[in-house]
């Protein structure tokens, strides 16, 4: 056999092939990828000094975000917006009431009966997270929490999302 002729030979590669593997594995990447983050505005997170690790957050945890200008978005809309409904804190309200008689509806939270004072009241057992800009006004966070312990919501388990890092200045961190 002469080894010269066949390494002379013209071999051709077809990628048509390779190509279509490799689309679909973007499709399908596009696909599977990770949608419990639709939830989460791009915010700049206040920095904690003390934190606790979210590693396992519970998936019928309700997320309600709070952007810079005050504005209120939970499943990507805007619920709340302070130059439109100024101190009318009324769509709060009603966000909260409609996530709890949803997630009471759906089975996603779920009540426990708590002794408060000298009666036993239905809470949702279920925490919320509040997650606000690093320069949201408190007095819009502050109207949230107190919305959530009304008693015809009654939130009772309020999670505030922290940064273990302070994104604006990476260079400090946390002792």
Not at 19 to 36: A, N
Not at 47 to 54: G, S
Not at 102 to 126: A, F, N, W, Y
Request: hydrophobic content about 40%; aromatic content about 6%.
């Amino acid at each position: 056999m002469d080894l010269q002729k066949i390494v002379k030979q013209n071999v051709e590669m077809d990628m048509t092939p390779m190509i279509d593997c490799v689309f679909l594995l973007m499709i399908f990447f596009v696909l599977v990828i990770d949608l419990s983050q639709k939830n989460l505005e791009d915010l700049i997170l206040p920095r904690a000094e003390y934190q606790e690790p979210d590693d396992q957050p519970p998936e019928n945890r309700p997320i309600i975000n709070v952007l810079q200008s005050g504005a209120v978005v939970y499943e990507q809309n805007v619920v709340y917006d302070p130059t439109v409904h100024g101190k009318n804190y009324a769509p709060i309200k009603q966000l909260l009431l409609d996530i709890r008689r949803q997630g009471l509806l759906t089975g996603r939270l779920k009540l426990k009966e708590e002794k408060v004072g000298s009666k036993m009241v239905p809470l949702i057992d279920d925490p919320i997270l509040i997650r606000a800009d690093k320069w949201t006004e408190w007095h819009y966070i502050g109207e949230i929490m107190k919305q959530c312990s009304q008693p015809d919501i009654a939130f009772w388990k309020v999670e505030l999302a922290m940064s273990e890092q302070d994104k604006e200045n990476p260079k400090k961190r946390t002792p």
